[in-house]
């Protein structure tokens, strides 16, 4: 689980916070669904970082994530896979979910593991995270991530 009321603010690409003067949210019956489902629909990549705090790969969701309500709000679940061979070598220590970003010009379509300067932020990136993990990425194995970002009150 991840409770952003404890990160840094969510914004909209066009700078936008959630808790802009004069943006009102009164009018909408479930305002925390209505977060949640614009979140959901956000381009959204996994961050792998080693120990020095360098990005090592960003890798985009497997499927679409799903919105599940429950009694504290609603969660987004992120499914994410690397490939074998992805980072072979790399130590991930830290993870983190980045919004805002899609590939850079020369990028091949459909990767899903990108080197850094393989993704662009036009708009800034919004980054929750990091958070801790402690994995030594492997040539013949495959890590799979479910990530819960819990949308609440």
């Given at each position: ?5 404890s990160g840094q603010p ?74 074998f061979g992805d980072g ?66």
């Amino acid at each position: 689980g991840l409770d952003v009321t404890s990160g840094q603010p969510v914004t909209w690409a066009h700078g936008l916070t959630w808790d802009t003067p004069t943006l009102s949210w009164a009018e909408v019956g479930d305002a925390v669904a209505v977060i949640s489902a614009a979140i959901s629909r956000l381009p959204a990549y996994l961050v792998l970082i080693d120990e020095d705090g360098d990005d090592i790969a960003l890798i985009k969701c497997l499927t679409l994530p799903k919105v599940v309500s429950s009694a504290e709000g609603y969660s987004i679940v992120y499914d994410i896979r690397t490939g074998f061979g992805d980072g072979a070598g790399s130590k991930c220590r830290f993870v983190a979910l980045s919004f805002g970003g899609r590939n850079a010009p020369n990028t091949k379509p459909f990767q899903r593991y990108l080197v850094p300067s393989e993704v662009e932020f036009p708009n800034g990136e919004q980054r929750l995270g990091p958070f801790p993990v402690n994995l030594d990425l492997k040539k013949t194995i495959r890590e799979f991530f479910t990530v819960s970002l819990l949308i609440g009150e």
